[in-house]
């Protein structure tokens, strides 16, 4: 069952369909810890003030907005909040247009979602699904996800529908910033046949499952290996965690208001033979 990451409604028209989202990806990467190659403790990024001089507490902290002049203009969470709240308060994911997929070039897309129903807008739900695949057509959304307004496309994929957060146009960098390009470029039509010639053999439909993350297998088995083989270390700080823990453990047994009166071996004799008689 997939985690609900949002709540709300895809709005077009007159119609109001309740939804869930869903994450689509699960990033399987190896994760290494950054350790002191000393004790192998776990290094900690610390909120340390150069001012100050000190580590400061998560309370002290503030938002603030960095100039080109290097100042910065200070915002409280108040002051966030109040530009935040109606547009937070919107669960909505607003259909604005319909278009082709094919028009959408992919440096615009980012992260994709399943779309599931609410338990009372199954018949929305899927008649949208259905237009969609006979259309063909995309639906250009407008919604505000995880703190921020973003853009999206709705489309029908294998029975489900499918939200794609997307960049704005001006997040995208020019490729007239591409350095080393060039529009005058002597091209050889003999090295292009040749490329084309080898574009058209290794050309295929596409198949994701033959796509394999071969390092991560091979940093995976490296580690493994060293497990099997006893190659492990406990940090510092975790054997203070255990020394703590055993310690509360140990407090916790001696307190006397949480010890039993227990009967001796000679009393429960006794009372056993009590009950016999």
Not at 153 to 182: A, C, K, Q, W, Y
Not at 235 to 262: A, F, N
């Amino acid at each position: 069952m997939l985690h609900t990451a949002w709540k709300g409604k895809i709005s077009f028209g007159l119609i109001d369909i309740p939804i869930k989202l869903h994450g689509a990806i699960e990033e399987k990467y190896v994760k290494l810890r950054t350790l002191h190659s000393v004790c192998h403790t776990p290094i900690h990024q610390e909120k340390h003030c150069q001012t100050c001089g000190r580590e400061v507490e998560s309370d002290e902290l503030v938002k603030g907005y960095e100039t080109a002049t290097g100042q910065f203009v200070v915002l409280s969470q108040q002051e966030i909040d109040s530009v935040k709240g109606p547009f937070a308060a919107n669960k909505a994911v607003e259909l604005l247009h319909f278009v082709s997929l094919n028009d959408i070039d992919p440096l615009f897309f980012d992260k994709p979602y399943y779309i599931s129903p609410g338990e009372t807008s199954l018949k929305a739900y899927y008649t949208l699904l259905n237009a969609l695949e006979i259309t063909n057509k995309v639906g250009i959304a407008n919604v505000f996800l995880y703190s921020k307004q973003q853009i999206a496309i709705i489309r029908s994929v294998g029975g489900s529908l499918v939200l794609h957060t997307m960049h704005f146009e001006e997040e995208l960098r020019s490729v007239t910033d591409v350095p080393n390009l060039s529009s005058t470029s002597s091209i050889n039509e003999s090295d292009t046949q040749v490329t084309v010639e080898l574009i058209d053999k290794l050309s295929t439909s596409f198949n994701p499952s033959i796509y394999k993350n071969n390092y991560r297998d091979a940093l995976q088995n490296v580690i493994q290996q060293k497990i099997n083989q006893g190659e492990v270390t406990k940090s510092s700080e975790s054997e203070e965690r255990d020394i703590r823990h055993l310690m509360e453990m140990l407090k916790v047994s001696i307190d006397p208001s949480t010890l039993q009166p227990t009967k001796s071996t000679a009393e429960k004799k006794t009372s056993s033979l009590k009950k016999k008689a």
